[in-house]
């Protein structure tokens, strides 16, 4: 909707100047492009900045939520999740951003009507739960780099943190110097979860969910050829065996 209401306001914005444009001549041309070039970098670099955001944090916006942390305490504040760190950040007081302490012993995380679970060195989101299964999404974002993936791949403690870009016309890596939403790799997955346990998606899997239903999971995976890395179409047949 952001997106929609700039391109809108850049379109306004042009065609006022060109229609000023067109009723001008000589040094007032000039500075009109001027002003077009500097407006269409500032839309641009704008645009870069909220497609980093989206990278850098799961949701929209940092909204009012609460953390619950593996010794049972609360705290509760307006914050965010980044799928680049797995951390959950806060805007404090002054205004800032700031990691919450602790990151590493929080259990879940309820934000924006969204809950999440800490599982290993990811949070995921919990889309659909009945009793003690569900189906849950992982978000990762890696920066384009030589490091060495790890869970859920993400960049491995030990590996390098040296970024680098990538150059579309050579395929070739180049020392990064801003940040860029081309330097970044964002990846989302589903994941079975049971017990408060996250399993990846295959037909064992469901299997383990609904040991009742094996015979039924095992005579329909083939012909289903269900997507396992679509949410959608992992949900879709998680509600099929709930009805069964």
């Known amino acids: 909707r952001k997106k929609d209401i700039g391109e809108d306001l850049q379109r306004r914005v042009i065609f006022q100047l060109f229609c000023i444009f067109s ?8 500075v009109i492009i001027t002003i077009v070039l500097l407006f269409s970098c500032f839309l641009a670099g704008a645009q870069g900045r909220s497609q980093l955001d989206s990278l850098r944090y799961i949701l929209p916006e940092f909204s009012q939520g609460t953390v619950i942390f593996g010794d049972k305490s609360v705290s509760r504040g307006v ?9 959950v950040y806060c805007i404090s007081a002054g205004g800032g951003t700031l990691s919450v302490a602790g990151s590493s012993d929080i259990i879940s995380v309820n934000a924006s009507g969204r809950s999440f679970v800490r599982w290993q060195e990811s949070f995921v989101e919990i889309a659909v739960v009945d009793g003690n299964t569900g189906v849950g999404i992982i978000r990762t974002t890696s920066k384009v780099n030589n490091a060495k993936p790890g869970a859920y791949g993400m960049a491995s403690g030990a590996s390098s943190t040296r970024t680098y870009s990538v150059n579309p016309s050579t395929g070739t890596f180049r020392d990064s110097i801003m940040d860029d939403p081309r330097n970044y790799v964002y990846r989302q997955f589903p994941c079975l979860c049971k017990d408060g346990r996250c399993l990846p998606v295959s037909r064992k899997s469901f299997e383990r969910l609904f040991p009742e239903l ?5 005579s329909v995976w083939s012909d289903r050829n269900i997507d396992i890395t679509d949410t959608g179409s992992v949900i879709g047949f998680y509600r099929e065996l709930l009805q069964k």
């Open 214 to 218: 094996k015979a039924y999971i095992e």
């Open 79 to 87: 914050l965010n999740i980044s799928p680049l760190d797995q951390t």
């Open 23 to 30: 009723q001008t001549s000589g040094a007032m041309r000039r």
